[in-house]
Antibody, heavy 120, light 109 residues
């Protein structure tokens, strides 16, 4: 059974930093691209970015809204993906989903999400 | 406002067939696969359709997808109360970003 478990969410002040983790199991993590997608309360889905596998040199891509502030990384030895968020803004407040692209190039499995609240 | 345009709402009665549209451009849906996700209330999204018309294992064949030009559609036949959810289309953009539609709230009357 595929499982993606996010952790690290919480309350942070504007301008602060937070690092989310995503522990994966049930699929070949090292061969899969990992995406982060967020959803503000009552709003739609917004793609944050993705990291590809070693075979693609761990290439990353980011949405314009987070480029230069957020960094996605992975540790294949721990089957874990990360989202480092710096210079956080109030508009970054959302549930952040870790997702895996195991068969296709877009997310096919989703974690339960972790809430990030940016507020003073 | 999302680049992929969906109607904000749709509705149908049990047993009916409902279609949800997703309009894009040649830079996204027109040149790439369309995907559909279902988000039941209070839960994480779930992949419903990939590569325009493929269903993951476990998704009922009541759900079908199609694509024509720069638009994609999701059809749900034999509508059930448990289909009441938000539905999102998605596609890669040629600039290597993933785009989501704004979402369609489906109500089963």
């Amino acid at each position: 059974e595929v499982q993606l478990v996010e952790s690290g969410g919480g309350l942070v002040q504007p301008g602060g930093s937070l690092k989310l983790s995503c522990a994966a199991s049930g699929f070949t993590f090292s061969d899969s691209a990992m995406h982060w997608v967020r959803q503000a309360s009552g709003k739609g889905l917004e793609w944050v970015g993705r990291i590809r596998s070693k075979g693609y040199n761990y290439a990353t891509a980011y949405a314009a809204s987070v480029k230069g502030r957020f960094t996605i990384s992975r540790d294949d030895s721990k089957n874990t993906a990360y989202l480092q968020m710096n210079s956080l803004k109030t508009e970054d407040t959302a549930v952040y989903y870790c997702t895996g692209a195991t068969v296709t190039t877009l997310p096919d499995y989703w974690g339960q999400g972790t809430l990030v609240t940016v507020s003073s | 406002q999302s680049v992929l345009t969906q109607p904000p709402s749709a509705s149908g009665t049990p047993g009916q067939r409902v279609t949800i549209s997703c309009s894009g451009t040649s830079s996204n849906i027109g040149g790439n696969y369309a995907y559909w996700y279902q988000q039941l209330p209070g839960t994480a999204p779930k992949l419903l359709i990939y590569r325009n018309n493929q269903r993951p294992s476990g998704v009922p064949d009541r759900f079908s997808g199609s694509k024509s030009g720069t638009s994609a559609s999701l059809a749900i036949s034999g509508l059930r109360s448990e289909d009441e959810a938000d539905y999102y289309c998605a596609a890669w953009d040629d600039s290597l970003n993933v785009l989501f539609g704004g979402g369609t709230k489906l109500t089963v009357l």
